[in-house]
Nanobody, 119 residues
Framework: QVQLEESGGGLVQPGGSPTLSCEAS????????MAWYRQVPGQQRELVAA???????HYADSVKGRFTISRDDAKNTMYLQMSGLKPEDTAIYYC?????????????WGRGTQVTVSS
């Protein structure tokens, strides 16, 4: 059974620097591209940052220079270091694991962790 478990969310003051973690089980983690998405109620889920199995990284323009995505394949864990948080960063942050292979596409989601930026 595949599980993606996010942690590290909560109430953060503007300008704060929390780190989100996503621990995966049930998959060969190193083969998957991993990503963080976020969603505000009533809005579409949006890509925040992604990292491939070989370490290529992509960021949404809104978080470039403030967020850093990384992964530790030995720990089956992905991270999102956040800094300079703004109220508009408030959202539920979701972990995603995706693999395109000859046998099909495998796409898994975590349940999300709430990040609220407020003083």
């Amino acid at each position: 059974q595949v599980q993606l478990e996010e942690s590290g969310g909560g109430l953060v003051q503007p300008g704060g620097s929390p780190t989100l973690s996503c621990e995966a089980s049930g998959i060969i983690f190193s083969r998957y591209s991993m990503a963080w998405y976020r969603q505000v109620p009533g809005q579409q889920r949006e890509l925040v940052a992604a990292i491939t199995g070989v370490g290529y990284k992509h960021y949404a323009d809104s978080v470039k220079g403030r967020f850093t995505i990384s992964r530790d394949d030995a720990k089956n864990t992905m991270y999102l270091q956040m800094s300079g948080l703004k109220p508009e960063d408030t959202a539920i942050y979701y972990c995603n694991a995706k693999l395109n292979s000859r046998s099909g596409t495998y796409d898994y989601w975590g349940r999300g962790t709430q990040v609220t930026v407020s003083s």
